[in-house]
């Protein structure tokens, strides 16, 4: 495909003696959409965890444009996490603050930014997601869905060339679901950043994937285009696909 942003190599994590990841290698390409999908538990937001540096690998390597972030000290790994945002499953916004002071807070933790230009800067964040007008409500008062898109200008805030979304549409109805899959795409067309999805939401991932990655015992069996995945002569594929209960994936492997 393009221009890999981020190179995966043999990455392999175990917890009481399971293996999660299983020298899983995998290419994240460049100012594209890029879905992870496959069953719950297999091992998505453990990758992704990985990536950001939240989780150290037993083994393997995660480059960033060439710089391997396993081993790093923590100084040197906030540096490359600066090039991050992540929107939550659940938003994880604070509801001691207001929707503002919540956009706000990686500024004030990370810059110093002064306060006009801060409060400039979340209005012009607010207003891309569509949530303007909302600086002084609690996010307790906000739909699922308008708590994903503070979540999301939040994740912008820093203007992170990277943004993760891990399961955004989980809990949300049709229409909601809709609405975070034109904010991921309008998101990934306005600035030109690379998107990388975790989820198991299939309509999402064949309308709005560049590319999709799926994992399976922890490894990538798929890897490339939504449009050939349906044409996959592979039955943990269509078994998925197809959300069956029946097939080699069993329930709760």
Do not use: W
């Not at 999908?37 to 989780?55: T, Y």
């Not at 992540?86 to 919540?102: R, Y």
């Not at 307790?140 to 200008?153: E, F, H, P």
Request: aromatic share 4%; charged share 25%; hydrophobic share 40%.
């Amino acid at each position: 495909m393009g221009d890999p942003i981020i190179r995966i190599e043999d990455l392999t994590k175990s917890f009481a003696g399971i293996r999660v990841l299983d020298n899983l290698r995998l290419d994240i390409e460049r100012g594209c959409i890029n879905f992870i999908i496959g069953r719950s538990g297999g091992g998505k937001s453990v990758l992704l965890k990985h990536i950001i540096g939240l989780m150290k690998p037993d083994s393997g390597h995660i480059f960033l444009d060439g710089e391997d972030m396993v081993g790093r000290k923590e100084v040197e790994l906030n540096r490359l996490r600066r090039r991050f945002g992540m929107l939550f499953q659940e938003a994880a916004l604070f509801d001691s603050m207001t929707v503002a002071d919540n956009v706000a807070f990686p500024l004030r933790e990370h810059t110093r930014m002064r306060e006009r230009d801060i409060r400039s800067k979340v209005a012009e964040k607010l207003a891309m997601v569509g949530m303007e007008g909302t600086n002084d409500l609690n996010p307790s008062s906000l739909s699922g869905g308008q708590r994903k898109r503070v979540g999301l200008a939040r994740a912008m805030i820093l203007d992170p060339e990277i943004l993760l979304f891990d399961e955004p549409t989980t809990g949300l109805d049709p229409i909601m679901c809709d609405q975070v899959d034109e904010l991921i795409v309008n998101t990934q067309n306005t600035l030109g950043v690379t998107s990388i999805v975790i989820s198991h939401d299939m309509a999402a991932t064949l309308r709005i994937a560049h590319k999709v990655s799926m994992i399976y015992e922890g490894r990538i069996i798929f890897d490339g285009r939504p449009q050939d995945i349906a044409r996959l002569d592979n039955p943990v594929v269509r078994q998925f696909l197809k959300g069956e209960a029946q097939g080699p994936m069993i329930l709760g492997d």
